[in-house]
């Protein structure tokens, strides 16, 4: 589903109006589903709160049935929902029912109807004729799935119609489809698009007969939504927030966050703490000391994002970590060894303290094998615990960059300095 410029401009006029269920009533009914489905989530289920049900029937009228189930999905009310889809007509309600069975998170969730399924037999006419009869009752043209005793045996193109004599089967001009068992989430689609690109995937029961397709553009929107879910969760933000949230509403999503994240600072402080005496006698150590935990914090992150992209491609789980793991630390290492020469150059040249170079060189080795060790090993294991490997990793892996970062910066320079 594309949006038009008409429908780029009315969102806009949404956005920034103070009235917005008016500015939306002023929309042609035909263009508000599509509308409201690419607006913010908060605008969103604001509009559709103030709307008259009968109102959310008609724009339903111009949508598909896997837009429609998109739509209802946004209604908190589940007596309100209910009352909407049987006051719709017999065929949308009967599509719309069966979508909203499934997870929407899942490909049967995601899933559109907007196929025919034709068997190997058939001639390029029947073909030809079974798409008017689906074009007449849907207004869309459909994707074509051949079939061979019940199950998917292939595609067959649209501008093959116009290739091909009408007498002709299809059975030599079939062409291979990707396809998904219905209950795979987000991001086995993602993973199989990427792997086989492909204009839809077909989704399958479990005795492989075919229920949906789920099409390039939805594929595309899956794959924006990841990476903007990839962000909040570095970020520690809740995924259910939206940029137009009141500032109480972020506040709830937030402070918990901040709360954990606070004590994890109390934690560094307090290894920082044991170390009073020395940071007394050589006070050039505080200068150096947010230069170590940074640098081992962006080194822990930089680790994270490589194995959070891989566990989510299926391209490496617990059983074959070992390597990649090994492979981080030795980065790591040798990142550490870069770094640390130069700060080692500058604390001995500027400063003229070759020991403190030496510690300071010393301590960011370290500190950068840890954040890689701590950067694959957290994501992984909260992967095998059932976890979203990029939710909250991050504070895990800065606390241990921190506290051990600041514990072997602070002991060497005690050893050595004091």
Not at 298 to 313: E, F, K, S
Request: one cysteine or more; charged letters at 20%.
């Amino acid at each position: 589903m594309h949006k038009s410029t008409a429908e780029k401009n009315h969102i806009h006029e949404i956005m920034i109006a103070t009235d917005k269920i008016k500015v939306f009533r002023d929309i042609p009914v035909n263009e508000q589903g599509f509308v409201l489905l690419n607006i913010s989530k908060t605008i969103r289920e604001r509009i559709i709160n103030k709307l008259k049900s009968i109102e959310i029937i008609n724009l339903m009228h111009y949508l598909d049935p896997d837009d429609s189930t998109d739509l209802l999905q946004n209604i908190k009310s589940e007596r309100r929902r209910n009352n909407i889809i049987e006051k719709l007509s017999a065929d949308i309600k009967d599509k719309v029912e069966y979508l909203l069975k499934f997870d929407p998170a899942s490909a049967a969730g995601i899933m559109s109807l907007d196929y025919i399924e034709v068997s190997c037999e058939t001639t390029f006419h029947e073909v030809a004729k079974i798409i008017r009869k689906h074009e007449v009752r849907t207004g869309k043209l459909p994707a074509i799935l051949v079939v061979h005793e019940g199950l998917l045996h292939g595609e067959l193109l649209m501008h093959d119609l116009g290739l091909y004599p009408k007498e002709e089967d299809v059975s030599k001009h079939i062409r291979k489809i990707p396809a998904i068992q219905y209950n795979q989430g987000e991001s086995d689609i993602i993973s199989l698009f990427k792997k086989n690109p492909h204009t839809k995937i077909v989704v399958l029961d479990e005795d492989r007969s075919i229920m949906g397709v789920i099409y390039s553009d939805d594929i595309l929107k899956l794959i924006q939504k990841q990476t903007s879910n990839t962000l909040y969760d570095f970020a520690g933000v809740s995924r259910e927030e939206d940029v137009l949230d009141s500032a109480l509403t972020k506040v709830k999503y937030r402070y918990k966050w901040l709360i954990l994240n606070l004590g994890t600072a109390f934690l560094a402080a307090s290894v920082i703490g044991l170390f009073s005496d020395t940071l007394t006698a050589v006070i050039l150590l505080a200068a150096y000391m947010p230069i170590v935990a940074g640098m081992g914090g962006n080194a822990g992150t930089q680790a994270m994002a490589v194995i959070v992209r891989g566990l989510t491609l299926k391209e490496i789980e617990l059983k074959t970590s070992k390597r990649v793991i090994l492979n981080e630390m030795v980065a790591g290492c040798i990142n550490g060894a870069i770094t640390g020469l130069l700060v080692a150059l500058i604390a001995t040249f500027v400063n003229k303290s070759p020991m403190l170079g030496l510690v300071v060189g010393a301590a960011m080795v370290f500190n950068l094998v840890i954040a890689g060790l701590f950067g694959a090993l957290v994501p992984v294991l909260m992967k095998q615990f059932g976890k979203d490997p990029a939710t909250s990793a991050t504070i895990f892996i800065t606390t241990a960059t921190d506290v051990l970062g600041f514990l072997v910066f602070l002991g060497l320079a005690t050893i050595v300095l004091v």
